[in-house]
């Protein structure tokens, strides 16, 4: 059993379309995270959020917290071929003294021009 | 321009054999996670270090896998004997784990392991 789970888990669209991208758990997080990974290489961090109904924007992604923590969007507007990729979002729990950084089962984004 | 080291980048071996993977992390990152990704499983956490002492290890088959910090800039983690459920794209990355906005992890680039 995953610990956050993304929907949806492929998702194909045309360039300057609008997506969003979601990560749920019944577990309430300090902190969450996502990451984009491109074939090959490693995750690479988008943006964290912190606060309960945090919203943070970063050019065309839009990254909200749930206000009980415990789930996450990802909005891209327009978006564009080079978007293209595996997005992850990762939590750390609500544990006394840990930062263990779990990860989601992932999104498939392509982005056809 | 730091970044998280991981030897080799590929790794095929046969079904038995002792495989070690090894990870240098970024330096002055006091923390340290190994994560396996498969298609079917995602990226999956099979260990944490912090300050080279291990905080969690739970996601990992203990028979057959171990993970040690030699030093704070050597991480390695060994699977003996493999078996080809092993096969699996392995990832070490390192953060500073000093609070909540510090969980940022920097991946390496991985060891694609391929146990035949």
């Known amino acids: 059993t995953q610990l956050l789970e993304q929907s949806p888990q492929f998702l194909s669209i045309q360039e300057g379309e609008n997506l969003t991208v979601y990560c749920n758990s019944s577990?309430?997080?300090?902190?969450l995270q996502w990451y984009r990974q491109e074939p090959g290489e490693g995750p690479v961090l988008l943006v964290t959020?912190?606060?309960?109904?945090e919203v943070k924007k970063l050019k065309r992604l839009t990254f909200q917290f749930g206000d009980a923590r415990k789930d996450s969007s990802l909005h891209i507007t327009a978006a564009q071929p080079g978007d293209t990729g595996l997005y992850l979002c990762?939590?750390?729990?609500?544990?006394?003294?840990?930062?263990?950084?779990?990860f989601g089962t992932g999104t498939r984004l392509t982005v056809i021009p | 321009d730091a970044r998280v080291t991981q030897t080799p980048r590929d790794k095929v071996t046969e079904m038995g054999q002792e495989v070690t993977m090894r990870c240098q992390p970024i330096?002055?990152?006091?923390?340290v996670f190994w994560y396996r990704q498969t298609m079917m499983q995602g990226l999956e956490l099979l260990a944490y270090?912090?300050?080279?002492?291990?905080?969690?290890d739970s996601g990992m088959p203990k028979d057959r896998f171990s993970a040690e910090m030699p030093d704070a800039t050597l991480a390695t983690l060994k699977i003996q004997p493999s078996e080809p459920r092993d096969s699996a794209v392995y990832f070490c990355?390192?953060?500073?784990?000093?609070?909540?906005?510090?969980?940022?992890?920097?991946f390496g680039q991985g060891t694609r392991l391929t146990v035949v």
């Open positions: 330096l002055g990152h006091n923390t």
């Open positions: 990355a390192s953060g500073l784990g000093q609070g909540v906005l510090n969980t940022e992890a920097f």
């Open positions: 577990s309430v997080f300090s902190s």
């Open positions: 270090f912090r300050n080279r002492a291990p905080l969690d």
């Open positions: 959020v912190v606060t309960g109904g």
């Open positions: 990762a939590g750390t729990r609500e544990q006394t003294g840990a930062n263990n950084l779990f």
